[in-house]
């Protein structure tokens, strides 16, 4: 169910008359309480109930040449920077270079990674997820600033295979 949905529902319900209204699914338990029987309106309360997400070190960064990128990410990405292979995002959330703040960061610019090794962390929904290397090669550019959100199939890093 999206905001929109919910939205509607709320609007519904108000036009309705009835007071109070629950609703649970799988995954959502909504409730909604009118005004009618009060003189200070109430507070819809949406609850997202949390689903397990299996761990995206399991499931390996996807790894594309750079010619396949969208267009306005390719004009980040340099004319000369085709022969490298781009990392990009598998999952949606918050970028961060080191596994905590007074820690080194994964990788740095020029050095050699093999096929597995940890490049960053994701945060998604409270959850930080290892982002491994598909191939091993020497990051040539790093996309991304640290502490900075990425969506989904967003370069981060750029990979000399050679």
Avoid: W
Avoid at 135 to 162: A, N, R, T
């Amino acid at each position: 169910m999206d905001i929109k949905e919910i939205q509607s529902l709320i609007k519904f319900v108000a036009k309705s008359g009835a007071s109070e209204v629950k609703l649970e699914m799988e995954d959502l338990k909504i409730t909604i309480r009118t005004g009618s029987h009060t003189s200070s309106p109430e507070t819809t309360i949406v609850q997202q109930i949390p689903v397990a997400q299996p761990p995206v070190a399991q499931a390996p960064a996807p790894v594309a040449e750079a010619p396949a990128a969208p267009a306005a990410e390719q004009k980040e990405v340099d004319a000369d920077d085709s022969k490298y292979i781009t990392i990009k995002s598998p999952i949606i959330g918050t970028f961060y270079r080191k596994p905590s703040p007074d820690k080194p960061p994964f990788v740095e610019v020029g050095k050699t990674i093999n096929k597995g090794d940890v490049l960053c962390v994701i945060e998604a929904m409270k959850l930080f997820n290892d982002i491994e290397s598909e191939v091993s090669g020497k990051i040539v550019k790093i996309l991304v600033e640290d502490s900075s959100p990425v969506e989904f199939d967003q370069p981060l890093f750029l990979v000399d295979p050679s």
